[in-house]
């Protein structure tokens, strides 16, 4: 499957990416209600993917076993925050995972992009967009920029976490330093939101 190329129609195809709790999901929800604009989130393929009776259902269960299934649901669903705390504290099976739904994603963000070929711009959520290679898809991308300190603070206190833990689990991702070489926008997420927002009603 191929992605409309971007001179063929002019299509706007913004990339928004992060750290983890950098705020992507509150510029997310701001341009969903301010701007008539698709936004095509990773996320929400990602769970769309693995839900029960899927092939990547039937191998995560495999690869994982039963203790992956969450027992509060009533229909065998994966624990996904038991997911995350496997894959962030082992590099194997991270990395089997990634294998596993990343191309997956893609293909599914493809799909929805061709289907949404007439609109102007849309919006593509992608946490790992370098990490998971799916620059391809856009024609442009806007960094969320969110000082470490404030980043530990919001996943420590949403994941309930301890420092040590959001501090493994911000390592593993790119540095900012590395990804603004890559993006086109930064938007400034540390303290006052009228930066972002200011950035995006100049630029949509």
């Not at 191929?2 to 992060?18: A, D, F």
């Not at 990547?56 to 925050?81: H, M, T, W």
């Amino acid at each position: 499957m191929s992605i409309q190329p971007k001179l063929e129609n002019n299509q706007r195809r913004i990339g928004l990416t992060g750290g983890i709790a950098s705020g992507k999901s509150t510029i997310a929800n701001y341009i969903r209600k301010y701007k008539d604009i698709p936004i095509l989130d990773a996320d929400h393929y990602s769970k769309e993917i693995i839900k029960p009776k899927s092939d990547s259902y039937k191998k995560v269960l495999a690869y994982f076993g039963p203790q992956i299934i969450d027992e509060y649901s009533s229909g065998n669903e994966i624990n996904r925050e038991l997911l995350k705390k496997i894959i962030f504290e082992n590099s194997l099976h991270r990395t089997w995972i990634q294998n596993l739904l990343h191309p997956l994603i893609k293909e599914k963000m493809i799909e929805q992009c061709n289907q949404f070929e007439n609109n102007k711009i849309l919006l593509l959520v992608i946490p790992l967009l370098f990490e998971a290679k799916f620059t391809d898809l856009c024609t442009e991308i806007w960094l969320v920029k969110c000082p470490r300190e404030i980043q530990r603070e919001r996943l420590m206190k949403r994941n309930n976490i301890s420092e040590n833990e959001a501090e493994k689990i911000i390592n593993l991702q790119l540095n900012f330093e590395d990804k603004s070489k890559f993006s086109d926008v930064v938007l400034d997420n540390s303290d006052d939101q009228q930066l972002w927002i200011n950035t995006i009603q100049k630029l949509i």
